[in-house]
């Protein structure tokens, strides 16, 4: 039993010996495990460019948040854009290099591969057009800062569609955008031929009044502009706006209405919101003075309960609020 035993752990050992030591094992020793060791490299070092960028977003949105700003920087926002086109550009670069030293290592005779690759280089370059162009586009997208993460724009793509949404990434080939209605679009940056930034260093919000043609305009203009010298007072208006609104004047003339225009300088991407602001505190002036928007002519408002009740809203509204002091 112990010789059987002897001779078959002798017989493996000689069959490992021979394993190693013929071409097989000599090929996995002096050239596979140098393939392995660079993919391992190179695995490892997308894993850590990755890393890397994902720290530096991590770290732009912590001091978003810490700070008291309403809206990002337009540093902020190309400091994200650039780290995701430096990932893109790393992988790249990383995988070009792997693929290189292992061809080495392989032994690939790089001057037999010119003739093919001349013509697949070829082909490539029918095919790629619009890859190429989407990495042009890109490049001169973040280079001229047209548009970064966090901004609301309006997208035209070549098939005169547009996208609009809020900048969810920017690479070299595409746009991601998220929808008003949580949708995710992906354009490629190639198509866009015109983009339109509506949060870029600043934005203005625009909110049309219109009233009865019945109603004195003077007096409507009187109520209204000093409405606008109060709303840097209004503790949400205050935080939005640039500087104080300002009435335009009449914008439009129709058969029984006239349409008023009042414009303010805000916060970039907060043009929405402050414009809500706005109409609520022109429908409560308005409602406190006794002068009724078009609407309200049609179905009979002014002079009603309506104008009771905003009128004491107001008033409770402004005994829980006091003025904020600019």
Known sequence: MTTKTTYLAISTAQRW????????????????????????????????????????????????????????????????????????????????????????VLSFSVKGLVAPATVVGAALGFGAQQVVRDILSGFFIIVEKQYGFGDLVTLTIVSTAEASGTVENVTL???RLRSPNG???????GQIIKAVNQSKDWARAVVDIPVSTSVDLNRVGEVLREECGH?????????????????????????????????????????????????????????????????????????????EAATAEQEEYEKTHEPVQR
Do not use: C, Y
Request: proline residues 3%; glycine residues 8%.
């Open 183 to 189: 949708e995710v679009l992906t354009i490629p940056n």
């Open 17 to 104: 010996h021979d394993f190693w030591h013929g071409e097989i094992g000599d090929w996995i020793i002096t050239r596979g495990l140098r393939v392995i060791m660079l993919a391992i490299v190179a695995i490892l070092a997308v894993r850590f460019v990755t890393w890397v960028t994902d720290q530096i977003s991590q770290q732009i949105d912590e001091r978003f948040v810490e700070s008291d700003a309403l809206v990002r920087s337009e540093a902020t926002k190309h400091r994200q854009a650039v780290a995701s086109v430096i990932q893109w550009v790393s992988i790249v670069l990383i995988a070009i290099w792997g693929i290189v030293q292992i061809a080495e």
């Open 231 to 307: 709303a840097l007072d209004n503790p949400i208006l205050g935080e939005l706006l640039l500087d104080a609104p300002t009435l335009m004047g009449v914008e439009s003339i129709q058969i029984d209405t006239v349409t008023l225009r009042m414009v303010a300088r805000t916060l970039p991407g907060k043009q929405f919101e402050a414009g809500r602001q706005l109409r609520v505190l022109v429908v409560r002036a308005l409602a406190r003075s006794g002068i009724g928007t078009a609407a309200d002519a049609k179905v009979g408002v002014v002079g009603g309960p309506g104008v």
């Open 173 to 175: 080939r595409v746009t």
